[in-house]
């Protein structure tokens, strides 16, 4: 497998943090996760995402979005809307999410 | 094990958002990746940070600091700069780093 990360691009553009606590082997959550990510990249602006878990431990989820604009267009998505009410209702324990500003970025890569 | 996540700040604060590609088991990397832990936390307005990495995957650290002068700090820390150093030439692959300012954070947690 070749990993590819999310590339440093010119600011500004937003990180939205999401860390969570999810039981592992929830119903329904793969699938919902997949529709998700299919559907966030139609979103003009989106930049890209990443996630990682330890197994055990949090999840982490960075999404990358060029402007405001395009997180509200995210937000206001009725299948992520939905999506979201049942994460609370079924598959989230707890979650956080940080939006930031990027100011710098930089990136190294091993020649 | 409790995982407790970093909580929603009263923004502005910072995350440090790094990604990076690293092939498992490199020498020397968790003694210093622990060494690192202990002294970040030692900075005033680090306000915590977290670390995911699926098996096989990229791996996702975020850090979360009050203010630039936080961040600063940490970056001129020179065993930091130490490991930094080594991380480039024995344990990264590549790494991208995106900093960013929060403007607006919130939080779910089951009842």
Known sequence: MTIKPVPAHEPPYYTVVFTSVRPDGAEGYGETAQRMEDLVKEVPGFL????????????????YFRDEHSIATWQ????????QRRGRAEWYDSYTVHVGKVE???AFERQ
């Open 104 to 106: 710098r970025s930089y």
């Open 76 to 83: 206001q998505n009725l299948q992520h809307q939905a999506a």
């Open 48 to 63: 890209g995402y990443e996630s990682a878990k330890t197994p055990g431990g949090l999840a982490i989820t960075v999404g």
